[in-house]
């Protein structure tokens, strides 16, 4: 296999997790080659321009806005996220909406439940929150909500953790990342901010930063990573290889797996990175002629619906006059087995959607539905809290890492991503002393 270049750290994966990874390294001074298969970088958090409109691949917004990994990551590359804060919220609830500030608590304590449930939802939030997380782990959140707490009070804490998770399931969701979510929640501002201008900010000044002293190389699959003698010598492409120190798989870690050779990693890392069960759901976001609420984000509790309007608070989004609509719907993995029921979901999205917001169904300019086996990398459960996900140093190969949203560092979704760049990259700046 001819030899086409020779680089520091070779970053396999131009999502989120490879981009910031990348740039950091890039910051520290390696010589980096990030390498990605699709035309353009940006992975699950990819965007595209439609009509006029800006629109991400569903609603993505960053936990805990200037509070949040996100936000870390930029402040460690010595730049500063633009962020847009939602405002104006609103749940709807048995039939009625119901105003709300984006403030942590005030979601769940608003008008949504009668005044005697709010006092149970209360201590059950707050008995959570004092909970110390690791001793929860693989205790199943269900078991933790008092028996006193009524059907509103458990069906707003499952919303709270589909909200916060993406995993509203109590009896398998892990009571610790519930906890963990409700502890940044108490100490942050704000519950989510979005990145101004939707995803594209990440990618063009992720990229930007990389390319200062290395390369993004988009429309390049990587077929292997080569070691030699359990040390890592670089990655194989289509034209030929390309030698490094160090490689970073910055993709949903079985995809990771299959690129090492069998028989290269410990058995117990393969394992662990094989497994891995995605958080997964339905989105539908709409192009609209006219703007049909005022709400900026608008969450649904029964199903579990998370929407927003994102157009009202970032007016990059949508040309003027016209609204962009965006809802998601999580479903368990195992829903993607039964596709009839998979669609009869996404009619029924549609169906109270359009229920939510009389105006919406006569407005439409255009439509994008999708059914998306995996949303985030990871469902927080009681059989792969983070601690139980792969590290990111994969064991048996020298100069291997990992990055990404599979990776066990705390949060979720995007927050992991962004999280394991900020975590992983010290460890290669060290390796390659
Ligand atoms: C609809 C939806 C809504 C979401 N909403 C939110 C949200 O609100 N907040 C949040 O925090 N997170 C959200 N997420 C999750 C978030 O998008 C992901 O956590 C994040 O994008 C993961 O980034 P990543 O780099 O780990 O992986 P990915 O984005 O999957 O990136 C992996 C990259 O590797 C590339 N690749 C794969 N194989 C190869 C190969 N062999 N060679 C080269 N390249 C390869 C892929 O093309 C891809 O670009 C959402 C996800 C979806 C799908």
């Not at 353009?40 to 990819?46: D, E, F, L, N, Y």
């Not at 962009?324 to 998979?342: I, N, Q, V």
Request: aromatic share 6%; glycine share 12%; net charge positive.
């Amino acid at each position: 296999m001819p030899a086409l270049d020779s680089f520091d750290v070779v970053v396999v994966g131009g999502g989120w997790g490879g981009l910031a990874t990348g740039a950091l390294l890039a910051h520290r001074g390696a010589r980096v080659l990030l390498l990605e298969s699709r035309g353009a970088c940006g992975g699950r958090a990819s965007y595209q321009e439609r009509d006029g409109f800006l629109l991400d691949y569903g609603i993505h917004a960053h936990r805990f806005g200037k509070a949040g990994e996100a936000a870390a990551l930029y402040e460690a590359l010595g730049e500063k996220l633009d962020l847009v804060t939602p405002r104006r919220g609103t749940v709807f609830h048995r039939g009625k909406h119901h105003a709300v500030r984006h403030k942590p608590y005030q979601v769940a304590l608003s008008g949504v439940v009668s005044t005697r449930e709010k006092a149970a939802l209360a201590s059950a939030l707050r008995g959570l929150a004092a909970r110390d997380p690791a001793k929860l782990w693989d205790v199943p959140l269900a078991r933790m909500i008092p028996l006193s707490a009524g059907a509103d009070s458990r069906r707003l804490i499952s919303a709270l953790s589909g909200f916060g998770l993406i995993s509203e399931d109590l009896n398998t969701t892990s009571a610790g990342e519930f906890a963990a979510f409700l502890r940044k929640a108490a100490r942050s501002r704000f519950l989510i901010s979005f990145p101004r201008g939707g995803c594209h900010q990440h990618v063009r000044r992720l990229s930007a930063l990389i390319a200062r002293s290395g390369e993004v190389r988009t429309g390049t699959r990587v077929r292997g990573v080569t070691v030699e003698s359990g040390v890592v010598g670089g990655v194989d492409c289509a034209d030929g290889r390309v030698s490094a120190g160090v490689v970073v798989l910055a993709l949903p870690a079985p995809a990771a797996a299959r690129l090492v050779g069998e028989g290269v990693l410990a058995d117990s890392s393969r394992e662990k990175m094989s497994k891995i069960v995605p958080t997964a759901g339905l989105t539908w976001e709409v192009g609209l002629a006219r703007p049909v609420s005022e709400a900026d984000t608008a969450f649904c509790t029964d199903p579990l619906i998370i929407g927003a309007f994102p157009s009202n608070f970032d007016h990059l989004l949508a040309p003027p006059g016209k609204q962009l609509a965006t809802f998601c719907m999580p479903l368990p993995l195992s829903a993607f087995d039964d596709p009839d029921g998979l669609r009869r979901e996404a009619s029924a999205l549609r169906r109270k959607a359009f229920h939510m917001f009389g105006r919406l169904e006569e407005n439409i300019l255009w439509e994008r539905a999708m059914k998306l086996p995996m949303i985030d990398g990871a469902v927080p459960s009681v059989s792969q809290p983070w601690p139980a996900r792969p590290g990111l140093v994969a064991d048996g190969v020298e100069g291997l890492f990992l990055a990404g949203d599979t990776v066990g560092v705390p949060g979720q979704g995007g927050d992991v991503a962004f999280r394991s760049a900020l975590e992983c990259a010290p460890l290669v700046m060290d390796y390659l002393g």
